[in-house]
């Protein structure tokens, strides 16, 4: 079966396009161009030429990231610097010229750091057609049976300072290798305990997800060594991370709590 691709004005139309049956939306392409090259994306894939998917605002705190809005463009702007080091270790430059935010939540694994980093951030998906909006957490938990929808945004609010927004990428290529496993916490801190923690992990499994256990150990607490060992000890905890060409299941679960340890004590 030959590719059909249709260009659509707005993400509504690609909505309700999809909606009448067997379609791929298309994003930066990095990972749909790849699939069609093999042949194994056919009929019809669909685009949307609304520069608005590609806005980034900021209101107060406030962060919104149009889905189409590149890797290289986070990277590059001068008000999300928390998130340069995510961004800018996105593939190479090639990659993230073309790689997108609304593509990253959708990324299979062991692709997902930015959506990584969002979980963490406890972004809100902007839904297509006036479809609301949904924690991230849901948009990845619901996109393994297809049923998320499509994104036109993400919003979270901003970090106050640089120290409650932690980031680490354990590759083998540096520093644009794909993730053996990625980590992202935000630890706000009130009279120096912490409040609201909230850990995410990448490549630990099927798709980004909250690491509940750390959370639990770190909740309340001051981020000092005994609370890091702590946190350390049950990193691996409720996850069931993929074998593959990078790494062994064994090895995720075995280095996830020094590499969470590091991340940590930087933060700290
Ligand atoms: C060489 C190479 C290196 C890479 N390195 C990394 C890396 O280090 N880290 C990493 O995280 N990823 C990496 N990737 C994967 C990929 O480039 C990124 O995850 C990228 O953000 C995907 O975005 P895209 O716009 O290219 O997605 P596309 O390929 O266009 O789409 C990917 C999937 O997302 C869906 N999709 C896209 N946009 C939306 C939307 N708005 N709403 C709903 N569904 C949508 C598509 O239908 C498709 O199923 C790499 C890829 C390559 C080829």
Redesign the pocket.
């Known amino acids: 079966m030959a590719v059909t691709v249709e260009t659509h004005p707005t993400l509504t139309e690609a909505a309700q396009a999809m909606a009448r049956g067997d379609a ?11 699939l069609i090259n093999a042949g194994v994306i056919r009929g019809r894939v669909l685009r949307v030429t609304d520069p608005g998917l590609r806005e980034i605002s900021l209101s107060g705190e406030t962060v919104r990231l149009g ?1 189409g809005v590149t ?1 290289a463009a986070v990277a590059g702007h001068r008000d999300l610097a928390i998130l340069h080091p995510v961004a800018g ?4 430059p090639a ?1 993230r010229v ?3 935010v ?6 299979p694994h062991p ?4 959506a990584t980093a969002l979980l963490a951030l406890g972004a809100r998906a902007v839904m297509a057609g006036g479809g609301g909006t949904r924690p991230v957490e849901e948009v990845l938990r619901d996109r393994a049976g297809g049923r ?5 945004a993400v919003e979270f609010a901003r970090p106050r300072d640089a120290r409650t927004f932690g980031w680490h990428k354990v590759s083998r290529v540096k520093p ?4 053996v496993l990625a980590i992202a916490a935000v630890l706000p801190r009130e009279g120096g305990r912490i409040r609201g923690a909230r850990v995410a992990f990448g490549a630990m499994g099927p798709a980004p997800a909250r690491a509940a256990a750390v959370e639990r150990v770190l909740e309340g607490q001051s981020l000092d060594a005994a609370t890091i060992a702590r946190a350390a000890e049950v990193a691996a905890e409720g996850f069931d991370p993929p074998t593959d060409a990078l790494a062994s299941a064994w090895y995720r679960r075995e280095v996830a709590g020094v590499h969470l340890r590091r991340l940590l004590e930087e933060m700290a």
Do not use: E
């Open positions: 791929v939306y298309l994003g930066g392409g990095t990972g749909v161009m790849r889905a890797m270790t996105i593939g190479g990659i073309m790689a997108t609304g593509g990253n939540l959708f990324a692709y997902g750091d930015f998320a929808g499509l994104v036109a644009k290798g794909v993730s």
